[in-house]
C-alpha cells in the first residue's frame, strides 16, 4: 500500500482536535473547509510562492493566506524591515512613530483616507467603523453586503449566528451586490433608522450600472454612512483600493489582510469629519500600535509603490482569464464551472449538474489538486512571487482535473471517485 499523503497532518490534526475547537483558529482553514484524507492540515515552512506541510509536500499556493499575503511569503524587504524593528522593541509603553509614518501612506493613497486608526484583523476595523457610524448619526440599523468578520452586529445576520442576541441581529439587515432594489427596499422599510451601509466595494462581481455610485446617493439620502470594506481589494486590485479603481469615495473604509502582508494589522481610515469621533467611542487595544506590523505595513506600501506589484498581479491574473476561458470552452466545461473576480484575486464557482452537486464537485478538486502540489480551494489568488510559468502550472493542472470530472460527471460516478466525505454547505456569506 503506499504512504498516505498525508499521515502526518492527519495525526497531528487528531492531537490538535483534543486541545483546540476545529483545530484551527481560522475557521477557513479548518476540517470543515479541508475533507479529510485528501487534505494537508499543518503547514511547515512557506517561501515565496510555495509552502510545504508537515509531510514535506510541496504547494505552489494560490490560497495566499487567505489572500493576505500579496509579495510572497518571506519577502526580503519586509523581513529585513521587520527584524531591524525587532532590534528595538515589538509594543511599548508608549505610541510608537511608525504609527504616524504609517498614516501618512495611507491617507495618501487612499481617496477618503483623511485619518487612521489600526488595529489587527479585518474585524476590529469593520466593527469600529460600524460603532463611529452610529455615534455619529445616532442610529442603530446597518445594511450589509459581503462578509464583514466574526463579530455580533455581522455575523448575526448569516447562518453562523449562534450566540449572537436576537435584538442585535434584529438592527443588521442584508442586501445583494449589483441589486439596487435590494438595498432600497430595507432602507424604505425604516426610515431614517440606518446608521451605515458597509459592503465590499467588489468580492466577486464588478459593479454594474453604476451600482456603488447609486448606493452611496441611497446610502446619504437615507441619512446613513457609506463604509467600504476593503479588507481584501485593499491594496490588490489598486494601491488606493476599489474606492479609487471604481470612483466612488466611502465616508469610512476598512483594510487589513494584504497591508502587512500576512502580519497582524488592520486600518480604519475616512474623512475627519467621521474619524474625529473615535475621540470619544471606545477603540482601543494593547496591541494596536504593535511596531513588527507597522514596519512591515510600511515595507509593503513602499515595495507596491516602487516595483509596480498590482501591475504584475492584474497582468498574470489577466493571463489566467484569458487561458481559462479557453480552457473552459475547450472543454465545454461551463454547465460545470465558471468563475468571477478580479484578475489579482477570482474563484472558481462549481454548480450542480443532473445527479452531482456543486459540493462533490468542489471536494474533487480540491482532492485532485492538492495531489498535484497545488493549493488551492477554488481561489485564484495571485501573488507578486508568481510568475507565468506558476499560472501555467495551475492550468496544466486544471487541464486534468477538469477533463476527469467532465468525464465522471457523464458517467455519474464522481461521487465513487471520491477518497473522503463530500464537504458540507456550511456557511457561504458570498
Ligand atoms: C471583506 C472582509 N471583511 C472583513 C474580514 C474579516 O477580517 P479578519 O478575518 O481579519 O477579521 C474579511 C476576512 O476574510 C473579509 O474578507
Redesign the pocket.
Known sequence: MSKNRYEKSEELLELALKSIPLGSQ?F?KSITQLPFGVSPYFVKKAKGAYFWDVDNNQYLDFSNA??SVTLGYCDSDVDSAVKKQMECGVTFSLPHTLEADVAKILIDAIPCAEQVRFAK????A?SGAVRVARAFTGKERVAVC?????QDWYIGSTTKNLGVPKCVQDLTHVFSYNNIDSLKNILEKYPDEFAAVIM?PM?GEYPKDNFLEKVKELAHNSGALLIF?E??TGFRVSYGGAQELFGVTPDLA?F??GLANGYPL?ALVGKEKYMVIMKDIFFSGTFGGETLSLAAAKAVLEKIKREKVLEHLSKLGEYLHKELDQLLSELDMLPLISYTGHPSWSFLIFKDKDNTTSWELKTFFMQEMFKRGIFTIGAQTISYEHNQKDIDKLLHAYKEVFSMMKDYVKDGVLQSKLDCETLKPLFSVR
Do not use: I
Request: aromatic share 8%; charged share 15%.
Open positions: 481560522t477557513s487567505l489572500a484583523n479585518g474585524t476590529d469593520t459581503g462578509y464583514h468578520g466574526w465590499e468580492s470594506d479588507t481584501v476598512t487589513g489582510k488592520s
